[in-house]
């Protein structure tokens, strides 16, 4: 089965954004729930952990191609999963 392309993007590379996006959520959610006070360094770090992967992606090592856009539905998970944490803390943390 083919995969479709559209505007230089198949479907399939499309699913496998969204399944980075799907990884690096949770991550996010735990590790900001694990380092509350270190958020800065947690997003910097699972950054150039996407970004090492996309790297590796592009090597001869495996037969995978380097996409950015990948990199970039990581960093959109990421940011997902903070505002899951902040959206937890602000429920658990309102009056009334």
């Not at 399939?12 to 954004?17: E, K, L, M, N, Q």
């Not at 590790?31 to 992967?53: D, E, H, M, T």
Request: glycine residues 12%.
């Amino acid at each position: 089965m083919s995969p479709i392309s559209r505007e230089g993007h198949s479907v399939r590379s499309v699913r496998y954004g969204r399944n980075r996006m799907l990884v690096m959520c949770p991550l996010a959610v735990l590790g900001s729930l694990g380092w509350p006070q270190r958020k800065v360094g947690l997003i910097i770090f699972l950054a150039l952990v996407g970004a090492a992967i996309e790297v590796l992606q592009g090597t001869t090592l495996i037969d995978r191609d380097l996409d950015m856009f990948d990199w970039i539905a990581d960093c959109i998970g990421m940011a997902g999963g903070l505002v899951v944490v902040m959206c937890a803390n602000w429920v658990l943390h309102r009056k009334g």
